[in-house]
């Protein structure tokens, strides 16, 4: 049963999904055990949990996955995520499923370049819809309630300078200017992202 921290939660991504124009019905929430703790604080990971996600990404046979890089945020949520997609995505590479992994930053910090194997350009369009989307997370909104370190500006306010900033740095590298661009790094398989 859902504690209403985690329907909140739920709500909020259905939001944000549907401001990106992504419908309800392509939406799974996992509910795994180790993240229903009711604190912020994760439990360990099961290997229930682990047998779910590998059943999800068995049923999917996607040919990229996208996830969090943020592996030092600040209360450590991203990190546990990560690392039980990490293990089950070895389980179904073992069973000959095969697909990309792309890492992604989000408010705390951006890759630097030489890190980056993919940007994409984010238009003004892309980047206004993204912000709507952060937006649809009321519980993160305003004063978020792990902002990390010093930085007291909202997420929005966060990736919109994030994305402008990466541009910025490809074009004073000499590559092709863009409004916005969101970088990716592929994940090795390495325990680390």
Not at 28 to 57: C, N, V, W
Not at 73 to 82: L, S
Not at 104 to 124: C, F, K, L, T
Request: aromatic fraction near 10%; hydrophobic fraction near 40%; proline fraction near 6%.
């Amino acid at each position: 049963m859902l504690g209403i921290k985690d329907l909140l939660r739920q709500t909020e991504a259905r939001a944000a999904a549907l401001a990106c124009g992504i419908p309800p019905e392509q939406l799974e929430f996992m509910d795994l055990s180790f993240y229903r703790t009711g604190t912020i604080a994760k439990a360990p990971i099961h290997p229930p949990d682990i047998a779910d996600i590998t059943a999800l990404l068995g049923r999917l046979k996607p040919s990229q996955i996208y996830m969090a890089g943020d592996l030092s945020d600040p209360h450590g949520t991203h990190r546990v995520c990560a690392d039980a997609i990490f293990r089950a995505v070895h389980e179904v590479w073992k069973q000959g499923l095969q697909f990309e992994v792309w890492l992604y930053r989000g408010a705390w910090q951006e890759w630097a370049p030489h890190e980056i194997d993919r940007v994409v350009p984010v238009s003004p369009d892309d980047l206004e819809r993204k912000k709507l989307a952060i937006f649809r997370h009321q519980s993160q909104k305003d004063r978020a309630m792990f902002p990390g370190g010093v930085d007291r500006r909202e997420f929005w306010q966060r990736a919109e300078d994030r994305n402008r900033h990466t541009a910025k740095v490809y074009d004073e590298l000499g590559l092709p200017e863009f409004y916005a661009l969101e970088g990716f790094v592929q994940w090795n398989g390495s325990s680390e992202g």
